[in-house]
């Protein structure tokens, strides 16, 4: 009931506990990648799209990312045969509700 009151959305018939933080927020998830990519770019990152991640390793210093292009087909995106291996020292996987 206390959480219902300070969040009127929020479901709780099958609520066993919540936690309420009062500076915390809520955004919108599409106005924070827009930010983030923007502040990207404003320092020189080159933003790729449409590849598909499809594995990591940890070689024990650096990560190593395999990942497939991904293209257009029939209206949907489907793998090419391109592939690429990045490096990297950290990977931050934020892909939500399509993450599978």
Same mark, same amino acid.
């Given at each position: 009931?206390?959480?219902?009151?300070k969040w009127p959305?929020?479901?709780?018939?099958?609520?066993?506990?919540?936690?309420?933080? =009062?500076?915390?927020?809520? @955004? $919108? &998830?599409?106005?924070?990648?827009?930010a983030m990519a923007k502040g990207?770019? =404003?320092?020189?990152?080159?933003? %790729?799209? /449409?590849? =598909?991640?499809?594995?990591?390793?940890? $070689?024990?210093?650096?990560? %190593?990312?395999?990942?497939? /292009?991904?293209? %257009? /087909?029939? !209206?949907?995106?489907? &793998?090419?045969?391109?592939?690429?291996? @990045?490096?990297? %020292?950290?990977?931050?996987?934020?892909? !939500? $509700?399509?993450?599978?």
């Amino acid at each position: 009931d206390e959480i219902k009151a300070k969040w009127p959305l929020i479901e709780t018939s099958d609520l066993k506990g919540a936690l309420y933080h =009062q500076t915390d927020g809520y @955004i $919108n &998830p599409a106005d924070v990648t827009m930010a983030m990519a923007k502040g990207a770019r =404003q320092r020189g990152v080159a933003i %790729e799209r /449409k590849w =598909q991640a499809d594995g990591f390793h940890w $070689n024990g210093t650096h990560w %190593e990312v395999t990942c497939t /292009k991904m293209v %257009e /087909k029939g !209206g949907n995106l489907v &793998p090419s045969e391109e592939q690429i291996v @990045i490096t990297a %020292e950290h990977v931050v996987t934020a892909s !939500g $509700n399509h993450a599978q």
